[in-house]
């Protein structure tokens, strides 16, 4: 018998029973594909490897404007591919040396419950019964599709299909304008592709600082890429090799369409109906002190979890918390309102604790601030100068939460993270001095000014 039984080898999955090595405990890891999940091989590294594939190509275009004179830049994408599988391989391999030298049982299968503390494997060359005296469900996400745009890998396509591109992809729609639609958006623009990015609801980035998002859409823009809020798609006409794609009293006539509306969680077909285990609407409900279902013994953590953010270090989060209840019997739950959310577009976006209008819901009296980067030194120097940071917090009150927008934004928003997650004053923030020239300045300088004693 194990001690923990883990379904699901993505960040949640992995980083969960790379942990249980700290309690000594046993550990089989149950993956059907290989160790690493959607954020290692479909989603966030493989993006980011594209992405920054994307600012290379940029910056040699613009390098005359240093004085750096060559000739234009092409792009491969076969090439620009092969790259991007050799970082995932590189970290996949990686990942399977470590889980080895922390003695976990890798199996490979498809895993679900049978049970009370049981785990029935399918490998594919028969059924393995694992039993153990406590599961963790991290079987993560997929990309939702929307009806009429039925997934086919070649005109329709979901992030997935896209990661794969070896071959100039043309004209885009993207439509959803979250992180992920916004992020491809970025990249295919950066490579000179047409690029129509379209959002239902009246901003970008839905649900983010509204002054933060109209200066990521300005920025994106400005960039070439036609961005459309507040509209619908309706259902496409494949003609030929293209696509049209109805938006109100027109079309747009593309080559391909990138369907980036959000993901949805992997719970079916894993035997939960034999449990108490609760769902809404396909997420699994759990106590966010202890990540225990409502079956005693069976735990859940990453992108299936009810009411969570969708994010690869939140599935890394709960996987401590989850392990460490597991081992001591002790809570120690996630502090959601400290995790910061990244967007890697050309600028970056991130934020950390509530906005502005989220503050106010809970009842806070705010003061918010923010600080444009059109006169940090570094930011000019990098040719890189839009963009702002704002800070909101409770009037004679912590901090909080901040967004930032421009260069390395997801870098800078770690030091806000820990203003938000100490409850620091803006005074506090603002007592400490950052080299100068510095991206970070922009950072100090908004705490100065929200402590009421601006510099510049």
């Known amino acids: 018998m194990y001690d923990v039984v883990i379904i699901g080898g993505g960040p949640g999955g992995y980083a969960a029973a790379l942990y249980a090595h700290n309690f000594g405990l046993s550990v089989a890891l149950v993956e059907k594909e290989r160790v690493g999940g959607t954020c290692l091989i479909r989603g966030c590294i493989p993006a980011k490897a594209w992405l920054q594939a994307a600012e290379v190509f940029s910056t040699v275009s613009h390098a ?32 399977s040396g470590l889980l080895k030298q922390r003695k976990v049982d890798v199996i490979n299968g498809y ?5 009370s503390g049981k785990v029935v494997v399918d490998t594919g060359e028969g059924s393995q019964e694992l039993e153990a005296a406590n599961i963790i469900v991290a079987t993560g996400s997929v990309p939702r599709a929307i009806p009429g745009y039925e997934f086919d890998g070649d005109r329709i396509l979901s992030s997935d299909h896209a990661l794969d591109w070896g071959e100039d992809p043309g004209r885009v729609a993207v439509v959803g304008a979250g992180a992920i639609g916004c992020e491809f958006a970025s990249l295919l623009a950066d490579l000179g592709n047409e690029v129509h990015l379209f959002e239902m609801l009246e901003q970008i980035i839905p649900g983010a600082d509204p002054q933060a998002a109209r200066a990521l859409d300005r920025q994106l823009s400005a960039r070439g890429i036609t961005i459309r809020t507040g509209v619908t798609v309706g259902p496409p006409d494949l003609q030929g090799s293209g696509v049209s794609v109805p938006v109100g ?45 409502a079956e005693p013994g069976v735990y859940a953590i990453g ?11 939140a599935g890394f989060a709960e996987a401590i918390a989850a392990v460490t209840y597991i081992a001591t019997g002790e809570p120690d739950p996630v502090n959601y309102r400290a995790i910061p959310l990244v967007v890697y577009t050309h600028p970056e976006m991130a934020s950390v604790g509530l906005t502005e209008a989220q503050a106010e819901e809970l009842g806070y009296e705010v003061e918010k601030t923010a600080h444009t980067l059109a006169g ?35 870098e800078l928003i770690h030091e806000l993270m820990y203003a938000v997650g100490w409850e620091a004053l803006p005074a506090e923030a603002a007592a400490f001095v950052h080299a100068h020239p510095t991206l970070s300045e922009a950072v100090g300088e908004t705490l100065l000014a929200a402590a009421g004693r601006p510099l510049h």
């Open 64 to 95: 005359a404007d240093f004085g750096v004179h060559a000739s234009a830049p092409t792009f491969n994408w076969a090439e620009g591919l092969a790259r991007k599988n050799r970082v995932v391989d590189q970290l996949v391999n990686g990942l």
């Open 111 to 115: 895993g679900r419950l049978a049970g």
């Open 376 to 410: 940090v030194g570094r930011a000019i120097i990098r040719g890189q100068a839009q963009g702002l940071v704002k800070v909101i917090a409770a009037k004679d009150g912590p901090i909080l939460g901040a967004t930032v927008v421009g260069p390395d934004a997801g």
């Open 249 to 293: 009293e027109e079309s747009v006539e593309v080559d391909s369409v990138l369907v980036a509306v959000g993901r949805a969680p992997l719970t079916g077909d894993l035997g939960l109906e034999s449990t108490k285990v609760e769902l809404d609407r396909g997420y699994v409900l759990v106590d966010l002190d202890t990540y225990q279902t």
């Open 303 to 313: 992108d299936i979890v009810a009411g969570t953010p969708q994010l690869a270090h």
